[in-house]
């Protein structure tokens, strides 16, 4: 098989083996669309719409866009609901206010990384955990055993709407106007057209937007109304729907990272680049005495390369050898570059100073290793005190 090549999911009209996959309320949409699937969490996850991904990246940067995905809500509820989150979060839940959401990183006991997500506060006794692609449901079962705690899946999909115009387009399409407070990373109950959604000031791009939440718990839901509803209040901004690729280059550059691509149990927070998250001082969470005496340094860099798109799997080289592999890769218009995240063999070798990278024509092309995020550090975009529009 060709390095380049990639195996998604397509629709046919016929009978056969179609178990355990589940699809989006607005799937319709996306068969019209011309939409690839990946599998993501169980569920079909759109890779790829009509619109070319670099068009994609551009309305998100620029504009407006909305992007279904397979991130899975589990419902966590009870008296013991923050003593159980204290053990299995690697953060100190019980500072995390009603109607707020945080960084939520799992770990295995010996500080490999399960899985990571939002996590956001409800009520007092109630979270739901947004997740990225892991074993999470069976996880939090196996150790709610014993404690006044209620695992549950509230059956809720999740949509995110990302672009400069987030803001505005939240404000017309909610029944009651935009939510007050509504701050980055704030959590809030809206109705849209007359349909219970759940909000966060959160996503996956590091562009100002939200993510909406079915609700389906709450009552009958029709999923047809509520895409048709958003689709016609983004139209006033020139909404695009986009699929994965048209954000991956975006999350790339921002330093966000998938979980079991560019990081997985293998490695540990510090390893790839989120030792900032993990304090050592709070509750005794699951991994917490792996990581006492862990090496601190990150395996994980980000990388630009002007003249090629990097192979995703694809060695990086230095003084001949081969220092790392490429775990995320895709093309950025802004830079008019190349741009990846790979994992070093060694943290040393951060410090090379020519590296070439193997790249989709089947060179190795020069590249440069970079921090990550490339740009923006301070998130002050997502954060909404940024908003001048990058001209490309």
Known sequence: MSAVTRSVVADFEEGGWDYGIERSPYHAFHQANGAKHCVYN????????????????????QGLTMIDTGERPTEISGPDAEAFCNRL???????????????GLLLYPDGGILCDGVLMRLSETCFWYVQADGPVFSWFRAHAVGMDVRISD???WVTQVQGPRAMEMLAEVCDQGMP?????????EARVGGQPVLLSRTGYTAEVGFEFYTRPDLGPFDGEKLWTDMLEAGRAFGMEVIGLDSLDARRIEAGILNNLSDMDETVTPYQAGLGAFIKLDGPDFIGRAALATADKRSLLSGLRCPDGEAVIGGGLYAE????????????SPFQKAGVAIVRLSDPDHRQAVQVTVLCRDGARHPAELVGLPMYDVEKRIPRGLDTNLPDF
Not at 323 to 331: K, N
């Open 42 to 61: 169980g569920r079909l996850m759109p890779v790829s719409q009509r619109i070319d991904r670099h068009q994609g990246y551009r309305a998100l940067r």
């Open 154 to 156: 509230p059956k809720s």
């Open 89 to 103: 979060f690697a953060r100190d839940v019980s500072k995390l206010r009603v109607g707020r959401a945080g960084y």
């Open 320 to 331: 001949g050898s081969e220092i790392g592999f490429v775990t995320a890769s895709g093309w």
């Open 180 to 188: 007050e407070p509504f701050g980055y990373y704030g959590v809030a």
